[in-house]
Every structure is written in structure tokens, then in C-alpha cells.
């Protein structure tokens, strides 16, 4: 489990997916570094370019009219641009076999998208879904936490009621006020209506008690919600009473998690005349004058598909396994593994920024938030931190956010925590390959292990003790209450910054959920949600609010659905 209290997710292949596997090249994960070839054939060739009119003139490609328009801090200049700022050749006209007609098209099926391609519905849209693997994919399928404000649920739970605008304000100063406030408030107000929403349509949803787990046998279509009460609000990190865990058992990964709603919103938009396109990959863009009009999209036999819409809601998810995107966008997060991944039809990994890509092209800008990495490590606020000489460098009682962005600016992006007797061994990196470390008798043994001079580690040992003793950290201010004088045997461990679970950072957008180009216009007809939207977090995600990922996925994808069927 990490420290976000999310199941480690169990990937199993599909029979698809396994008799592709002999003739189909593996996408090498992002931290391995993608070859042009290679991002090539999976990033750019399975993207999306705006086309201004596929057929009747010379296009100019939407992305070189954007790296005009951007300024020189985004975008230096059209030479300079990254690959995955080069939109291909517009596909013609004579390469597409179908036409279909919609009022929304939602290009990603994940929690987001579903939740958009449902409330078009309601709205009364004809709804087409693309979605690039075999069915709905979102990483909250294998069971994990969504956040909400009030919901019936979380009443019947017994969570306590807190100060929203106390939330939403600690929120913002966390996200250093690079969120979209507009964003959190809706998410205050609606995230416990949409979460009710968000169930309805399943045949039974039990709130289990505190620490049960789900029944043996099977889910057999149920869906049962794990309480999260606990609060602390009183804290250098506050975090407050958001979560629950939806079917949270890693024992049932084919049919945990949002696996029964998803599929029941499914089943609802079907049967309303909305289409899925499964195993069917996003292409382009096309636009008509300032205004997108259409997705071109392949399905799995490289069969084009155009799909004219009134609005195309792009929810594609993140781009942590495109080593480009991560190095030109959030340089911080380049040597992060992303670790909570899903394939498409073709078993090649998802989540290279094709969605963003899309935007772009088409004319969007990407929000100038610094993108905030999900990269979580287990408390350590009782123990001693030090850098590989040695030495102690901050207050330890760190979010589990905030301890792997510290750990990233370390040399060599490591840290080494050091407890004693008292404490026992603890590790920064939490999840099942986590190995506590052995006792070292000696200050020697424990320097060994860090790579220091024993006499630096010596005397940063003592120091801390002699703070200890006098019942005050003047050194970096940490709370004495979680301050324990160390004692051999000591233990040491090396920890890095936590794998990634997902890259946050998007698509800028207004309050309506619509893409907007440089100069703060929307593009016409193009909204996003999920992963591909920005305005959500900034600079690191906090654990203010746990669950919010998911939660205001939902709730801005319906959000962004409702609008794309009703706003011109």
C-alpha cells in the first residue's frame, strides 16, 4: 500500500494483449528514457494535430500558430521546440473510412471522461467515447480513495463536519495559490452530490465499518466504501476528513475498485444512444476556423475514423511516462518510475501526453504552473534525517509530499533516516519491497552505511540528543513532542523520492472547464478534464484534501460534460 493509502496496483494482461505480445515492441517506462524512434511511433503517431480545414487549402498547423503566439517564456522559438511540439501531416480526407456524426466527443475514458461522457448525456448529447485500451481505463479501477465533502456516505461513516473555506484556503497555500480556487470551491460544493451521482447506478453500495476489510468471495457487483475519518487539522500538514477507499482489496483486481460504477455509467449511456469506441486511438484534431470541430481518430486495425462534434472534452490522462514531456515541463520529476500505469489495446503503456499534445496543436496553451508530481513517502517526522555527508538539513516533520520533493533537491537525490533503540527501524520508502534495515552497533557501522565521515555523523547524533535534552529544536524548529534522543543500536536506511503515481499538470482552461489558447482565450469547442486539465494543483500535490485526485476528477468531468452539451 502507499502512503496515500492507495492498493499497489495488479496489472494483468488481457488475452488481447497477450497475443500482441510477441509482434508488438515494448514502450520502455519513462524513467528509462523513450529514443525518437520510439517516442515517435508511440507518443507522436498515437497523438493528435490540428488540421484548419483537411481538404480546400494548405493548412497551417494549429501548434506552429501557437509558438507564435507564446511567449518567450513557454516557448523560445518554433527551432527550439521539443518533438512533441511538431504536429504531423494533416490526414486526408481520402484516408478516412468513416464518418460518424455527435454532439460531444470525449477523446479518454477514464474516471473523468466517463463522468463527462455521462452528464452530455443527461444533458441530452449524442455522446461518442474514444478510448485507446480495451475498455474503460482509469488507475482507479484496481481500488483506491475518492475524495468528497458530505456525502450521504460519509455522514452514514460518522465523518466529522469542518470549515470548508478553511480547506480550501490551507489548499491554496499548499498548492503555493497556483490552483484554481474557482476549482476547489466547486469541488467543495458539489464533490458529495457527485460522488452520490457517481453510485446511483450500482446495485448495492455497503459503508463498512471502521477496519473491515471487503467480505471473502467476491464483490459479485457490490460496492463497498472503507471509511477514512480521521482527521488532523492541527498540524504542520493539516489534512482533512475527504477519503474513502472504494472497493479497496487488492485480492479482487479484475473487479475492484470503480470498476462497478464505471461500468454502470456505461451501460447508462448506451442505453441513450452514446457510443464507445473502444480500442480506438485519437489522432487529430480538426478545427474549422478558430473552432475545433471534429476528432479523427484509428482503431486497432488502422481503420480512420472522423467524428464531427459541436465540442470534443479531451480527458486522456498524464504524461509521466513521456521522459520529453516530463524533462521540458516538470525537470524535477525526470528521474521519478511511474509506478501506477495502465496499456491500451496494443499493450504499449498509457499516459504520454497525447491529450496534451492534442490541445496544443489545436491551439491551447499549458497552464505555467510548475506540474506537480504524486510521489508520496511514509511519515518521518520521528525520526533523523541526513544528507550523505552526514548532516541534518531540515525539520522532519514533513507531508509525504513534501518529504520527496526535499529528497529530490538532495545530493544525489537521496536522503538517509536514522532512528535508534527507541524508535526501531523505519523506512522513507513505504510498499511491499520495503526492507526494514539491520541494527548497527556502533556510529561507525551507521556512517558506513550513509558513505560519511563517522565523526560528522557523530556529531550530528549528539546535537540532536543535546536538542532533545534541552526540549527545543533550535536548529530547525520541529515540534520537541516528535523529537526522541537516538540510542544504539541504530538503524539506518537510504531512501529516494517515491515513485511517481501520476504527473499533475495540464491544458490552462477557464472556470468552464474550456481549453484556453496564450492570450487566455478559449479555444472554441475544446474542453478538458482529468489529468489533462490544469488549474488543479501546483507545484506539488498536497495531502490536504486525500482523495481529491480522483474526486475532483469526477467532479470537474461532469462538470466539463454538462458544459460541452449545453454552452455554444
Known amino acids: 500500500m502507499t502512503a496515500s493509502g492507495r492498493a499497489a496496483p495488479i496489472m494483468r494482461s488481457t488475452p488481447l494483449q497477450r497475443r500482441r505480445a510477441q509482434r508488438i515492441r515494448e514502450v520502455p517506462m519513462k524513467n ?33 500558430a501557437a509558438a507564435e503566439k507564446a ?28 464518418t460518424k456524426d455527435a454532439d460531444v466527443v470525449i477523446v479518454g475514458c477514464g474516471i473523468a471522461g466517463m463522468a463527462a461522457a455521462r452528464a452530455a448525456t443527461d444533458e441530452g448529447a449524442k455522446v461518442v467515447i474514444i478510448e485507446k485500451s480495451e475498455r474503460f481505463n482509469c488507475r482507479g479501477t484496481m481500488g483506491s480513495q475518492l475524495g468528497a465533502v458530505n456525502s450521504i456516505y460519509q455522514q452514514q461513516a460518522g465523518y466529522p463536519t469542518f470549515d470548508t473555506a478553511a480547506l480550501i484556503n490551507r489548499y491554496m497555500q499548499d498548492t503555493l495559490q497556483m490552483a484554481n480556487q474557482s476549482f476547489l470551491k466547486h469541488w467543495v460544493d458539489h464533490s458529495g452530490a457527485d460522488v452520490e451521482w457517481f453510485l446511483e ?33 492541527e498540524g504542520r500538514y493539516p489534512a482533512y476528513p ?22 454502470s455509467f456505461q451501460e447508462h449511456i448506451e442505453s441513450q444512444g452514446g457510443e464507445f ?43 509521466g511516462n513521456n521522459q520529453e514531456m516530463v524533462e521540458y515541463y516538470a525537470p524535477q520529476a525526470a528521474n521519478l518510475n511511474c509506478t501506477y500505469n495502465c496499456m491500451d489495446a496494443n499493450g504499449d503503456i498509457c499516459n504520454i ?29 520521528d525520526l533523523l534525517l541526513v544528507r550523505r555527508d552526514g548532516t541534518r538539513f531540515i525539520n522532519e516533520d514533513l507531508g509525504a509530499q513534501s518529504l520527496s520533493n526535499v529528497i529530490m533537491r538532495c545530493p544525489g537525490e537521496v536522503a538517509y533516516c536514522v532512528t535508534g533503540d527507541a524508535q526501531g527501524p523505519k523506512v522513507l520508502q513505504p510498499g511491499p519491497d520495503a526492507v526494514k534495515p539491520e541494527p548497527s552497533a556502533t556510529v561507525e ?20 540528543n543535546e536538542l532533545v535534552a534541552k526540549g527545543v529544536d533550535e536548529d530547525f524548529g520541529k515540534d520537541i513532542t516528535k523529537m526522541t534522543a537516538i540510542e544504539p543500536p541504530y538503524y539506518v536506511y537510504e531512501g529516494h523520492p517515491g515513485n511517481m503515481l501520476v504527473l499533475m499538470g495540464g491544458i490552462a482552461c477557464d472556470d468552464y472547464c474550456r481549453a484556453l489558447d496564450a ?21 506539488e500535490y498536497p495531502m490536504t484534501a486525500p482523495g481529491i485526485s480522483h474526486g475532483i476528477a469526477l467532479s470537474l468531468g461532469r462538470f466539463a460534460g454538462q458544459n460541452a452539451a449545453t454552452l455554444a
Open 201 to 233: 447506478l450500482c446495485q448495492n453500495v455497503e459503508v463498512l465499518e471502521p477496519g473491515a476489510m471487503v467480505p471473502e468471495g467476491g464483490l459479485s457487483g457490490n460496492v463497498y466504501l472503507m471509511p477514512k475519518a480521521t482527521a488532523n487539522l
Open 519 to 539: 492570450e487566455g482565450t478559449p479555444v472554441a469547442g475544446l474542453y478538458v478534464a482529468g489529468n489533462n486539465q490544469g488549474g488543479r494543483f501546483g507545484a
Open 277 to 319: 469506441l473502444y480500442a480506438t486511438w485519437g489522432r487529430q484534431l480538426v478545427k474549422d476556423g478558430d473552432r475545433v470541430v471534429a476528432v479523427i481518430a484509428q482503431n486497432v486495425d488502422g481503420d480512420y475514423i472522423r467524428v464531427n462534434a459541436k465540442a470534443v472534452v479531451l480527458s486522456c490522462g498524464d504524461f
Open 32 to 64: 528509462k528514457g523513450l529514443s525518437r524512434r520510439a517516442f515517435l511511433g508511440s507518443a507522436l503517431a498515437g497523438s493528435t494535430i490540428a488540421a484548419l480545414g483537411l481538404a480546400g487549402c494548405a493548412p497551417s498547423t494549429a501548434s506552429q
Open 353 to 381: 501526453g497525447e491529450g496534451h499534445q492534442m490541445a496544443l496543436w489545436a491551439g491551447a496553451a499549458m497552464e505555467k504552473t510548475p506540474m506537480a508530481p504524486m510521489s508520496h513517502l511514509s511519515d518521518v517526522a
Open 445 to 464: 557501522e551507521a556512517a558506513a552505511i550513509v558513505g560519511c565521515d563517522p565523526e560528522a555523523l557523530k556529531a550530528t547524533i549528539d546535537r540532536y
Open 242 to 263: 475527504t477519503a474513502m477507499s472504494v472497493n479497496f482489496d487488492t485480492s479482487f483486481p479484475d473487479d475492484a475498485g470503480f470498476y462497478y460504477p464505471m461500468k
Open 71 to 98: 511567449p518567450a517564456s513557454d516557448l523560445a522559438s518554433t527551432s527550439s521546440n521539443p518533438s512533441f511540439l511538431n504536429a504531423p501531416e494533416p490526414i486526408a480526407d481520402a484516408d478516412i473510412t468513416t
